[in-house]
């Protein structure tokens, strides 16, 4: 299969790039970057280093537009780091930025019926593509974002991604006709602690540090925001396990609407009085497997890189 990942390139973005990377089922044919974690300048050249360090320097990343009014949110650097890669510095990237997002993942959607597009921050890019027909009609879309049967992260009702721009993901959730939202329902299922990432270390090679160590900051950051969890979610890269194989997840298919007015804003919501397509939103996980995937995967390609 073809994939494009949307990235606000943090620390479990990092981890959907790897995963990806990680995955023979996948070409990666483009990274797009979008702000969130960080600004878009910022996540493109966190997306550029890693390519390098994971040995890819080939794949391309192309800019999003970015919201005008965007600063990055305190609890954004407390989690991912003020750099988006828990203070862990790449060396600066040979490559530079490519074209535009936008009119990659348009052109991409009319020209390859297998592709995927796995979007990690921020709908904003993805709501600009819906402009174009084909796109609304055939992109098919494994999102990360939302919350449907759990509470937001953010705000007590909406997810990250979702808060950044609601306006956006109401119109993913309005035009896209095939979208599955991957949201905390499910990746705060889907933990990663200090017993894993000490198989990364162990590796003792660049690819191995880096996880360990982007990892143990975010590890340390959930620990102080949501100790009752023990460990960190691996929201990113399980919408990208799922990409590669939908069977790890359990779906309704709803409406779904996304409240862009009043105190409920950002929430992601079922409203079966709306017209339009239906959402697969994932509500059960196979933690187990998802988990045995992400680990077989990603120290494979750190032992190698
Ligand atoms: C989402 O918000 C971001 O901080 C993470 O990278 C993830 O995409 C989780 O709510
Ligand atoms: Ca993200």
């Avoid at 990690?120 to 055939?138: K, M, N, R, W, Y």
Wanted: net charge negative; proline share 7%.
């Amino acid at each position: 299969m073809k994939l494009i990942l949307d990235l606000d390139t943090g620390i479990d973005d990092a981890f959907a790039l790897a995963y990806a990377l990680a995955s023979p089922e996948v070409e990666l044919i483009g990274v797009t970057g979008t702000y969130g974690n960080v600004t878009v300048a910022d996540g493109v050249r966190n997306t550029l280093a890693l390519l390098e360090l994971f040995g890819r320097p080939d794949v391309p990343v192309y800019p999003g537009p970015q919201r005008e009014d965007f600063e990055v949110a305190e609890i954004s650097a407390f989690i991912h780091g003020a750099n988006g890669l828990g203070e862990v510095e790449l060396p600066a990237p040979a490559t530079g930025p490519a074209g535009s997002a936008v009119e990659l993942l348009i052109d991409a959607v009319h020209t390859h019926p297998d592709l995927v597009i796995v979007p990690t921050g921020p709908s904003t890019t993805i709501a600009a593509a819906l402009d174009d027909d084909h796109f609304a009609e055939h992109a098919r879309i494994v999102m990360m974002g939302g919350a449907l049967t759990v509470p937001g992260n953010v705000r007590p009702w909406a997810e990250a991604n979702v808060w950044q721009d609601p306006e956006a993901t109401n119109e993913v959730f309005r035009r896209a006709r095939h979208v599955t939202m991957i949201g905390l329902d499910v990746t705060l299922k889907t933990l990663l602690t200090r017993t894993e990432t000490a198989q990364w270390r162990a590796l003792g090679t660049p690819g191995g540090t880096m996880l360990a160590d982007a990892a143990d900051h975010y590890i340390g950051a959930y620990a102080t925001t949501s100790p009752h969890l023990g460990g960190c979610g691996l929201h990113d890269p399980l919408a990208v396990a799922v990409a590669v194989d939908p069977s790890l997840v359990e779906c309704l298919a709803l409406p779904m609407q996304v409240d862009v007015a009043g105190e409920t804003r950002g929430r992601t919501i079922g409203d079966l009085s709306r017209q339009g397509p239906l959402v697969n939103v994932a509500v059960g996980v196979d933690v187990a497997k998802f988990l045995g995937e992400f680990m077989t995967r990603l120290t494979r390609l750190a032992a190698n890189t």
